[in-house]
């Protein structure tokens, strides 16, 4: 089973599935698939972060595709250009890339096919074309004036405007960045034309980024972090992914008893909603980069805490908005998620953070 956003996405995942392919190489296809019908949410410019079940070994691995800022931004920096925090359209809130170099990493040592094999269908229905569906099309035309403010944007305004439901859309660039890819894999983005045109696009807009900042680039991978929810171990990518939200969300849902209600019911979507917004005042606190900072994840996913964080909950009335707590010591993004025939299961993100990214496109790529 395939579980994406896009018909056409799932679909071409299910078609490597059908092809012999396991549940990483049906993930990359999916994910390739879905930077072609879903571009505001996704892509090879951007990140990914992957859990990875093996069905033979029963272990869980967690892959981080997320790329570094690069190495000559400093705070400094931006404070002498009078900036007090870094706009979502900045060109500095762009960093390396990392989802390229996450493909072809979860391929090689959870895949069965190479990166050419599983770019094939993503690669022919951007050159082709594919129908825009109704709601990322009704997303997409709302973005428009984003898209005319934007860097080498045109081929996501065919003949200058956002494309209407329904109407067939080509990507010329992106399909010629895919069959790179297929032919050279990560070296081609991270060392040849790709980063030449990633480096001459973001020169000139004020972005520090070098060459030698996209060779460094590398995927790390590590164990993934649990909760126990009723009986049901729950599993996660850690920091500085942000599914520790989702594990300090259901420590506090646990001590209600939310199954007795439907799932619709308004007592139940309170509770729920209440738990996560907890959840995520902690999240946007404490969530960083492990290298640099310390993130205290057993403290958020202690039980004791969760008990102490749910106090705060009223039945009958929503919370002001909440504060962080302080654990003892110890938002626009594409999902999808791949089982295959042999037990094999694949949670993959794959993002640009934020709607349609900074809103540059590296000139030519897509």
Not at 99 to 110: S, Y
Not at 210 to 216: F, M, Q, S, V, Y
Not at 277 to 303: C, H, M, N, T, W
């Amino acid at each position: 089973m395939v579980a994406a956003s896009n018909p056409l996405a799932a679909q071409v995942g299910l078609q490597i599935l059908r092809q012999g392919g396991n549940a990483a190489d049906a993930a990359i296809a999916t994910a390739a698939m879905l930077n072609v019908t879903e571009p505001a949410s996704t892509g090879i410019g951007g990140d990914c972060f992957a859990l990875y079940f093996d069905a033979r070994t029963r272990q869980i691995t967690a892959l981080n595709g997320s790329g570094r800022s690069p190495s000559a931004l400093t705070a400094d920096h931006l404070h002498r250009q009078g900036y007090t925090f870094i706009p979502e359209r900045s060109p500095h809130s762009i960093t390396v890339p990392g989802a390229c170099m996450g493909w072809h990493d979860l391929l090689q040592r959870h895949g069965t096919m190479s990166l050419k094999q599983v770019l094939i269908e993503p690669i022919a229905y951007a050159r082709n074309g594919y129908p825009v569906q109704p709601v990322f099309g009704a997303a997409w035309q709302m973005s428009e004036p984003v898209l005319s403010a934007g860097v080498n944007t045109e081929d996501y305004l065919p003949g200058g405007r956002a494309p209407g439901v329904g109407q067939i859309v080509r990507l010329p660039g992106l399909a010629r960045t895919f069959e790179q890819v297929s032919e050279g894999g990560p070296e081609a983005f991270y060392n040849g034309p790709l980063a030449e045109a990633i480096i001459k696009t973001l020169e000139p807009l004020g972005n520090l980024m070098t060459r030698d900042d996209l060779r460094a680039h590398r995927s790390t991978w590590g164990d993934p972090i649990s909760t126990d929810y009723r009986g049901v171990t729950v599993y996660e990518h850690p920091p500085n992914g942000q599914g520790l939200a989702a594990l300090i969300s259901l420590n506090i849902a646990e001590g209600w008893s939310v199954g007795n209600w439907a799932w619709d019911s308004p007592e139940r979507i309170h509770l729920t909603v209440e738990a996560m917004r907890l959840a995520f005042a902690d999240a946007r606190q404490y969530i960083s980069d492990p290298e640099r900072v310390r993130v205290p994840v057993k403290g958020l996913l202690d039980k004791q805490y969760a008990a102490e964080r749910r106090a705060l909950v009223s039945a009958g009335m929503a919370m002001q908005p909440p504060s962080f707590g302080s654990p003892l010591p110890g938002s626009d993004t594409v999902y999808l998620s791949v089982v295959d025939g042999e037990g094999n299961a694949c949670s993959f993100i794959n993002s640009l953070y934020y709607g349609w990214g900074s809103g540059v496109v590296a000139e030519g790529t897509g």
